[in-house]
């Protein structure tokens, strides 16, 4: 097969492939914050991609990247993982449902093309502000059945907000500044900068009791391997060669694969207003991406 074929079948087959896995960071989430406070657990985390990531580097030995790109990347590293994953894990770890998180993210999209025409020149059409609105619509019906059904502690909602805040303004900012370098040095700058923050505010205020069994390991293993590789590679891949509109709204269907996901895994019902959702969620996407 050409090689412009099969990156052709690879931007059609990445974005599937990527919206399964990034909202499988919920179920990695959710099975390992019992064992370990949120940011202990980031940063063992990042300590183990990191290290596999610096083996990659000295087998690989690719280009090291510029100073200018190396501090582009420390602020997007600092978005995009610091920001997004620590609100994130906050979040979920005072009390805040999956659902309700999800919901608050999914305003990515809307957030994110209020501004994507000033600072990209991409052009907003009226049709995708409709599939927008649609993805919002959808989202609300997929987790309505849990929004009166949570007990937070204070600083959630704030965190969260954080987490929405920091994606939408990474993704832009790597779009813009973050290109130009080997993805494994991108990615070990990023993690290093994030890492960095996780393990201050561990030391800081947290007690560091890790409670090592089967299941948070499986977790480790999966938020290293699936999410911290697979998945932000898939993201990165995806931010270089589709519009930044087009790869935001994608995560309107995260909400309802983690649902699924939650269905499959842990036996979570599925009520007829979030089946209806997730087709609203589908619909909307495919109206905001139709070319």
């Not at 990527?18 to 989430?29: E, K, M, Q, T, Y």
């Not at 519009?243 to 939650?262: C, E, F, N």
Request: aromatic share 12%.
């Amino acid at each position: 097969m050409p090689e412009h074929s099969l990156e052709r079948l690879t931007v059609r087959l990445a974005p599937g492939l990527f919206i399964v896995l990034w909202s499988s960071g919920f179920i990695g989430a959710k099975y390992g914050l019992p064992y370990a406070e949120p940011f202990t657990f980031l940063s063992i985390r990042m300590i183990v991609a990191v290290a596999l990531l610096a083996v990659m580097m000295a087998i690989g030995r690719p280009p090291w990247p510029t100073r200018a790109v190396v501090g582009h990347n420390v602020v997007s590293g600092l978005l995009v993982h610091g920001c997004y994953l620590g609100g994130l894990f906050i979040a979920i770890g005072s009390g805040l449902s999956t659902g309700l998180v999800a919901l608050v993210v999914s305003l990515q999209p809307v957030l994110n093309s209020a501004v994507a025409n000033r600072l990209l020149g991409e052009r907003v059409a009226p049709r995708q502000w409709i599939g927008f609105a649609l993805g919002v619509v959808g989202v609300y019906l997929v987790v309505q059945g849990k929004l009166a059904s949570h007990d937070t502690a204070w600083p959630a909602w704030p965190a969260v907000t954080v987490s929405l805040l920091g994606i939408t303004a990474g993704t832009l900012y790597q779009k813009r500044f973050g290109g130009g370098v080997d993805w494994r040095a991108q990615v070990l700058i990023q993690y290093v900068a994030a890492g960095c923050v996780f393990g201050l505010i561990a030391l800081g205020f947290e007690t560091g009791i890790v409670t090592w069994n089967w299941q948070f390991v499986f977790a480790l293993a999966w938020l290293v391997f699936v999410m911290s590789f697979a998945a932000v590679w898939l993201f990165y891949f995806l931010i270089k060669r589709i519009a930044t509109t087009r790869l935001t709204s994608l995560l309107y269907l995260m909400p309802p694969v983690t649902a699924l996901l939650g269905w499959a895994l842990f036996d979570e019902r599925l009520a007829p207003l979030a089946l209806l959702g997730m087709a609203i969620c589908v619909a909307g996407v495919f109206i905001a991406n139709r070319p």
